[in-house]
């Protein structure tokens, strides 16, 4: 708690959303961004206001590529320490399952954003991710529950 004599100031820590969505055949859903280098998932930052993660996560997903989310499961929480070029924060991911052809064929990139997309076998689609989103996707796509992570690792103290 950071006190003064007349304020209490309220941490604030930026949340962002990840989506995991998979073809038929279990491959994953992976985006070209256009705003920064590699590859990464459908999602991004929690608005400010009274956004859910989940409405977020869904919003994220349907801006970037115009799959509309009816269903996910959260299966992980991770914080990010803040470093000397990000602010850190807690980074939330949704398993949201294999969609159809049918709806897959819907995908519709938003070209400001967006520059390409694959779906990709899990091996080959988290060789494309960065590290920190990497191992956040790779305990998400196996995870039974949700589980807590710290800069992308788990935590021994919290199982």
Same mark, same amino acid.
């Given at each position: ?20 969505? @998979?073809?038929? !055949?279990?491959?994953? /859903? %992976? ?5 920064? #280098? $590699?590859?990464?998932?459908? =999602? +991004? ?21 115009? @799959?509309?989310? !009816?269903?996910?499961? /959260? %299966? ?5 320490? #803040? $470093?000397?070029?990000?602010? =850190? +924060? ?70």
């Amino acid at each position: 708690m950071n006190e003064t004599a007349d304020t209490y100031v309220v941490p604030r820590v930026p949340v962002s959303v990840g989506a995991l969505v @998979l073809d038929p !055949a279990g491959r994953l /859903l %992976v985006l070209k961004p256009t705003y920064k #280098p $590699g590859w990464t998932i459908p =999602g +991004g930052q929690m608005d400010a206001g009274g956004e859910s993660p989940w409405d977020a996560c869904q919003r994220e997903t349907r801006e970037e590529c115009g @799959l509309e989310l !009816a269903a996910g499961r /959260l %299966v992980c929480v991770d914080f990010r320490t #803040p $470093g000397p070029r990000r602010l =850190g +924060g807690v980074r939330l991911l949704f398993h949201c399952g294999s969609f159809s052809e049918d709806r897959l064929a819907a995908l519709t990139l938003e070209p400001e954003e967006i520059e390409d997309h694959r779906f990709a076998e899990p091996g080959a689609a988290l060789a494309l991710l960065r590290a920190p989103i990497r191992r956040r996707v790779q305990v998400g796509l196996s995870a039974e529950r949700c589980v807590y992570l710290e800069d992308g690792r788990p935590i021994a103290a919290v199982a």
